[in-house]
């Protein structure tokens, strides 16, 4: 059995690790931390969680929790993860790293976007990221994973084959992109109570989201040169999910079967990815509580631009599942293990 700490498991994503992680069977949670909780049994923070219900928060203290388990989750904030991995790591600990410390390869574009300086800039060059579809040798050898952003999965996995394949420009690309509530995190903030929540629907972050940076790292790679993108970000009164739309100029003489068939030939043994047929487009609560990216697309000939749409789960594909998923192929365990769940529907 495969030995696991959460750190920082009272979150979103802590949470949903546990929801995912009930069920694997090669796998045992011996260490769930949490600082405000510390002392307490799961059952007593959150009453529905009957399966770990036993289990006690403990504070973080990477000397206790090392010598017990094989692999750690982090699911701390930036800047605090980074210190916390590297400790991790010296112990001989693989790490799947769910803040954004070790997404950007560029530690000044790091600074540069999150206004701090990068604590553990040395292990930048060692961690993987971990977008399966797409490093998924490189994520089997590693012993640190740096799990994408929510927004970046969404975005990075429809565009990924159209710029290899070189049918679209890149210099075009537009995404427009909506999020749940829950994507901001379970800590309070005033913005997002229900009353300002609620019959709301607004535009954040307007061409300052800090996950700008780590999808165009991935789409520069996948193109072979350097660009630009334009990325607006929105929040929706809803609990989870994400909805991406990407705008981009095709190719002189590109149609869409040509779009289509990319797709469904960068994805045809990828058991989380799923091409929609002509005419079906993918909404939110069709990947509600799965690992699942489904992704549609229209090509406009008025105007020569691709539309391409996908949705995915923020906390689960955006996070804690891909999360899972890596965990799997580190492993050497089957990728879906764990992770063949149908949507919540409605």
């Known amino acids: 059995m495969l030995?696991?700490?959460?750190?920082?498991?009272t979150g979103y994503t802590g949470l949903e690790l546990l929801r995912i992680l009930a069920k694997h069977p090669e796998v045992e949670i011996v260490s769930v931390t949490s600082r405000q909780e510390a002392g307490k049994k799961v059952r007593e923070v959150f009453p529905f969680e009957s399966y770990f219900a036993e289990l006690v928060?403990?504070?973080?203290?990477?000397s206790k929790?090392?010598?017990r388990v094989d692999?750690?989750?982090l699911c701390v904030p930036h800047g605090a993860a980074a210190e916390t991995a590297r400790a991790f790591l010296e112990a001989g600990v693989k790490v799947i790293d769910l803040s954004a410390d070790f997404r950007l390869k560029d530690a000044a574009v790091y600074e540069s976007w999150y206004k701090t300086k990068h604590p553990c800039p040395e292990l930048l060059s060692k961690a993987v990221y971990g977008l399966p579809e797409i490093y998924r040798e490189e994520i089997k050898g590693a012993s640190l994973v740096a799990n994408p952003g929510c927004y970046p999965t969404a975005s990075i996995l429809p565009l990924v084959p159209l710029l290899k394949e070189k049918l679209i420009e890149p210099q075009s690309i537009i995404i427009d992109a909506k999020s749940g509530v829950s994507g901001a995190g379970r800590s309070a903030k005033l913005r997002l109570i229900f009353c300002e929540v609620n019959e709301d629907f607004c535009a954040y972050n307007v061409a300052v989201h800090r996950h700008t940076p780590e999808i165009e790292q991935e789409l520069n790679q996948a193109s072979g040169f350097s660009f630009h993108i334009n990325f607006t970000t929105h929040l929706v009164p809803m609990s989870r999910g994400i909805l991406a739309t990407s705008y981009a100029e095709v190719k002189e003489g590109v149609t869409e079967r040509d779009l289509r068939e990319a797709l469904k030939s960068a994805y045809a043994r990828e058991p989380f990815i799923k091409i929609l047929d002509e005419g079906l487009y993918p909404q939110t609560a069709h990947v509600k509580g799965t690992n699942l990216c489904l992704i549609g697309l229209k090509f406009d000939p008025r105007t020569g631009r691709a539309i391409i749409i996908s949705a995915i789960d923020n906390l689960v594909k955006g996070a804690s599942g891909q999360?899972?998923?890596n965990m799997n192929l580190m492993a050497g365990f089957p990728e879906t293990l764990g992770l063949e769940k149908r949507p919540l529907f409605p």
């Not at 030995?3 to 498991?9: H, T």
């Not at 928060?57 to 990477?62: G, I, M, N």
């Open 3 to 9: 030995k696991i700490a959460i750190i920082g498991a």
């Open 57 to 62: 928060f403990e504070e973080p203290d990477v």
């Open 65 to 67: 929790i090392a010598p």
């Open 71 to 73: 692999l750690v989750f």
């Open 323 to 325: 999360a899972v998923q």
